[in-house]
């Protein structure tokens, strides 16, 4: 239904910053909620941020509140997650997601129906 592409990962040391984006490749972007997970090495997949369609509610994992900020342009077909102080943990591929049968941010990954090829983020010590 649509393509997504991550990109701004890199090498950060703990406590820098960085922000990834996600260009989505279709007409009908703002019908999307949209979500950002990440996946350490040997760890499942698990909800980062989402945002709603026309980024009134925006929705946090407790470990990334006050520090992450999710954002989206609707008219660039762009989703964003600007990350904050980051920690060593927080290292993994970044996921941008996308759902057009959502009414609501869902944390769940089952919810989501199409999935960028991720984007990597390493948080050194």
């Known amino acids: 239904q649509v393509q997504l592409v991550e990109s701004g990962g890199g090498l950060v040391q703990a406590g820098g910053s960085l922000t990834l984006s996600c260009a989505a490749s279709t007409r009908t972007f703002s019908n999307y909620v949209m979500a950002w997970f990440r996946q350490a090495p040997g760890k499942d997949r698990e909800f980062v941020a989402g945002?709603?369609?026309?980024?009134?509610?925006?929705d946090y994992v407790d470990s990334v509140k006050d520090r992450f900020i999710i954002s989206r342009e609707n008219a660039k077909n762009k989703v964003y997650l600007q990350m904050n102080s980051l920690k060593p943990e927080e290292t993994g591929v970044y996921y941008c997601t996308a759902a057009a049968t959502l009414g609501f941010i869902a944390a769940s990954r089952g919810m989501y129906e199409n999935w960028g090829q991720g984007t990597q983020v390493t948080v050194s010590s």
């Open positions: 945002i709603n369609r026309l980024s009134t509610s925006t």
